[in-house]
T-cell receptor, first 113, second 112 residues
Framework: DAGVIQSPRHEVTEMGQEVTLRCKPI?????LFWYRQTMMRGLELLIY????????DSGMPEDRFSAKMPNASFSTLKIQPSEPRDSAVYFC???????????FGSGTRLTVV | EDQVTQSPEALRLQEGESSSLNCSYT??????LFWYRQDPGKGPEFLFT???AGEEKEKERLKATLTKKESFLHITAPKPEDSATYLC?????????????FGKGTKLSVKP
């Protein structure tokens, strides 16, 4: 089992550019979560999907953020346009169902300059 | 408002010096409490889930306990490889069913 796979591991971009983060969940897991981690705020849930359907996106900071899950094996988180305050580590996690222990990916460290 | 507070923020121990990490929570109904370990540059790694007061779980030198207001992660005779940030999270019963609410973690350093 390869675990949750995220790409890229690091992303440096200029303010105003579009950024796309990618995630492949563990096969058979039907819940997928996008989290953001900063020193100040810790881990914050951005959005989660159940059976590829977005269930709760109340954590998405603004309309600049969007997430999709076109099938059970792939999800994207897009930021357009990016801003310096978006700099953080973004984690994807998956689980068999909500309430079970989540398996996290290694994260994408995003730096917006 | 559902909230998770971990203490201390940082803890330095000598190898073999046992101690405990605290996670206090206020939630509208608790579906589960989770402990994770996070190493630098990596995602959190699942350790335990506790569901009801009085429950205990053990793994090697770690033991997690749960009361109605808090959870403890006891570390017995720690080794340098136990150095990491330990995160606590709660799954509240009300509101968003999928939202694990995380504390900010306790950074543990174990010196040889």
């Amino acid at each position: 089992d390869a675990g949750v796979i995220q790409s890229p591991r690091h992303e440096v971009t200029e303010m105003g550019q579009e950024v796309t983060l990618r995630c492949k969940p563990i096969s058979g897991h039907n819940s997928l979560f996008w989290y953001r981690q900063t020193m100040m705020r810790g881990l914050e849930l951005l959005i989660y999907f159940n059976n590829n359907v977005p269930i709760d996106d109340s954590g998405m900071p603004e309309d600049r953020f969007s997430a999709k899950m076109p099938n059970a094996s792939f999800s994207t988180l897009k930021i357009q346009p990016s801003e310096p305050r978006d700099s953080a580590v973004y984690f994807c996690a998956s689980s068999l169902s909500t309430g079970y222990g989540y398996t996290f990916g290694s994260g994408t460290r995003l730096t917006v300059v | 408002e559902d909230q998770v507070t971990q203490s201390p923020e940082a803890l330095r121990l000598q190898e073999g010096e046992s101690s405990s990490l605290n996670c206090s929570y206020t939630v509208s109904g608790l579906r589960g409490l989770f402990w994770y370990r996070q190493d630098p540059g990596k995602g959190p790694e699942f350790l335990f889930t506790l569901y009801s007061a009085g429950e205990e779980k053990e793994k090697e030198r770690l033991k997690a306990t749960l009361t109605k207001k808090e959870s403890f992660l006891h570390i017995t005779a720690p080794k340098p490889e136990d150095s990491a940030t330990y995160l606590c999270a709660v799954h509240p019963g009300g509101g968003s069913q999928g939202n694990l609410i995380f504390g900010k973690g306790t950074k543990l350093s174990v010196k040889p």
